[in-house]
């Protein structure tokens, strides 16, 4: 089956956020650049506003394209996961397969327990499944 | 009489009772000056005109204007008996002048209230503008006397309470240089009008106050004695800001009701402007009051041990945000040695929303104190107090706890969430503490890993936020500070004094950045002091070092 087109892109500078649903009943925030103060409210929003429209399913942040993941990156996934939390939507993290700009801070701050993480969107997807 | 005699005369008649009913005052003046004409409207105008009168006899004011033979007569304006009137000529082939006379007085009078309503409106334009020019207090009230002067008087004093007895009193006079101040115990009641004023009562007519009986402490000596004097309110937001004085020399005239009124008015905006720059500074004091709490400690040696700090906040004009440090002397350990517990943290957020609960966080911890010998129990408590009471605020930090042992110093060192701490050696070689931790606030439980170590005589441990190491600067302005070159700068200031570990960092980081925007940045650098040298009796032998 076809995944539907791909929503425009958004954000602001530093930051390109793009939302898909790659398979029923999965909700895909992608998230590329480097995340600050300011995208980490953007990023908080735009999950928000995903995981509260009809059909959500599963939702999954994927910071695979994130070069530099720093606390304001640590701000976004707490507050995302918080709403998840309060929305009744399980949320799960992308880091990407050797992107140690996101797994290392994710393991060191134990982020790792806040949220699942998946080194890429294929094994979040399929867990999920499962 | 032949028909077109008398037809010609019927046409004259009808001319004659046209002229005479016409509504625009006229009167025509022969050759020699004489009035040979005066319809009824010039008659009810000038009722001193009279046909075959000479001009200069019924109308002087008119015959200074009125053209000699040979050249050409110009419109002309006087005002008669209180009047103005506008004289307009048409001269006649005979020789004579038919002047038309306008009655302009109502016109000029509305031209002249609206100049001066137009100049009233400027001015007070003006002094908005300037009263919004600064938000100090005794700034404002010289502003206010000296737009008061340039416009509304020869003199004007601004009062307001100081204290319960004393007044802070501004003068300005016109043509003497910048106003002056002072601060002194004056009796309001001296001048009619004053001490309502001073409590916002709408203020007194000026005819009402004795010029000769104002105290001399109003009076400026530059003026002499005041001919006519204005007092107004200066009213508030809430309460009254003041009062203004007005007084004008006896040569200048009284305040006109117009004039009191752009007083009152002007008064109005000068009271908002002093009320706003009162509550500023108010604010700005308690601002500084509360803010003294919320920045970080000034640091120095405690039990032999160096601690030293650097904190630049975020945003250029903030002195707090989310970044904190804190050295706090502890119980000491079971074998009697003074502990210490330094503790820097970094709170999600910027700014003073930060800075808010970074002082909530500091105090908790400061409170926590009697739990410091177990790093993971008191990090368990300050995630309580913070999960329980909001769900999306968390805090990274590393605490030290440090002993002196000797000429070494203790180190017990656990992260939570946070950049392990770096651990500078005397050879230069740079370590990274072996601890990690999860944040603070977010789960239900803290795990934490405790590392220990040592730092001999020389040795540096540098506490971090990763507001250093993530400072976008370098050539492109596009690129992290990042660990490896805060390792590379912490190695070469080994052996160096804590305060100048901490400088060095500060101004390569300051350097870097350049003029990005950067988050908060601090460092806490704890180091064991190098002995001091002494040396030997009589100056030989090698001598010692101290601890």
Redesign the interface.
Known sequence: MSSPDPAPEWGASKVRLRDHVPRPGFTVLEVIGEI??AEAEVIRLRMVELMQQPGRGRAVLDLSGVG?F???G??AV??SS?AADELGVPLSGVTGPANRAVQRPV?????D??IRWYPDLDSALADGLS | MTEIQQATDERTSAADARWAGAPCAALTVGPDGTVLEINDAALLLVPALRTGAGLSRVAPWLSGAHPVPGTEPVTFSDVVDGRALEATPSRHDDGSVTWWLIDVTDVRSVRDELRIEQSRAVFLSDASAALLGSLNLQRCMEVIAGLAVDALADAAVVLTPATRRQFRVVTAVSGHGAPRSATSRLDPDEVPGLAEALQGFPPVPSRWIDPAAAPSWLVPPEIGEAGSIVVTPLPGHGIPAGALVLLRRPGSGPFSEGEESTAREFAARSGLAMSAARMFARQASITETLMRDLLPPKLQEIAGIEFAGGYRPAEDGDRVGGDFYDVHPCAPTPDGAAQTLAVLGDVCGKGLEAAVLTGRIRSTLHALLPMADDHVRLLGLLNDSLVSEDHTRFVTLVLASVTRDGSDVRLRLTAAGHPPPLIVRADGRVEEADTRGTLVGVLPVVEATTYETRLAPGETCLLYTDGITEALGGPMGRDQFGEQRLQRVAGECAGLPAEAVVERIQMVTTEWVGRNAHDDMALLAVSAPRGRHLSAVGGHGRGRYTA
């Open positions: 600050d103060q530099f720093g606390s304001h640590l701000t707490v507050r918080r393991r060191m701050t134990g982020l327990q806040v």
